[in-house]
């Protein structure tokens, strides 16, 4: 798929959003192949009430893979990781898996807020700070992601 090799983060999110769009309107599926493809898959998953597509699973370890990588070679992202990380503490606090990478949660972070705009609800200016780290830090994964 294009979007994974242009933007693997954005692919995850594109991902994440189909799967609760079709948790929602099963019926829609019909509408287009790519809706019924990806529906079937849930189904063969056996993830239509909750969970992710392995697609995703696997573009998400891809990414966490990156994402070790990096904090192993690159003194800038490593930093620009550790500042960031009281704040993912926060928020995997906040969630029923605390023990979730710092990858995805902040692909967590981003679907939720996501979310939030969607239903017209505020997001406070700390949330909108990490929100601008967090899309820093993904935007030079995929950036990295694509030039490999």
């Keep these: 798929m294009i979007l994974?090799?242009?933007n693997i983060a954005e692919y995850i999110l594109y991902l994440w959003q189909i799967e609760d769009f079709l948790r929602a309107f099963p019926q829609?599926?019909?509408s287009n192949q790519e809706l019924h493809d990806l529906n079937q898959m849930m189904h063969q998953e056996n993830i239509m009430e909750s969970?992710?597509?392995q697609l995703a699973k696997n573009a998400l370890d891809e990414?966490?893979?990156l994402h070790n990588d990096l904090l192993d070679q690159e003194a800038t992202y490593r930093a620009a990781v550790i500042q960031l990380a009281p704040s993912l503490n926060i928020l995997k606090s906040k969630t029923n898996r605390p023990t979730?990478?710092?990858?995805?949660?902040c692909l967590v972070l981003l679907y939720q807020i996501m979310l939030l705009k969607l239903q017209k609800k505020p997001i406070s200016t700390e949330t909108e700070?990490?929100?601008k780290q967090v899309t820093k830090l993904l935007q030079y994964l995929s950036k990295t992601y694509k030039e490999q």
Excluded: R, T
């Design 100 to 105: 979730m990478s710092d990858i995805e949660a």
């Design 63 to 65: 990414l966490e893979d």
């Design 51 to 53: 969970g992710h597509l």
């Design 4 to 6: 994974k090799k242009n």
């Design 129 to 131: 700070q990490v929100q």
């Design 28 to 30: 829609h599926a019909e």
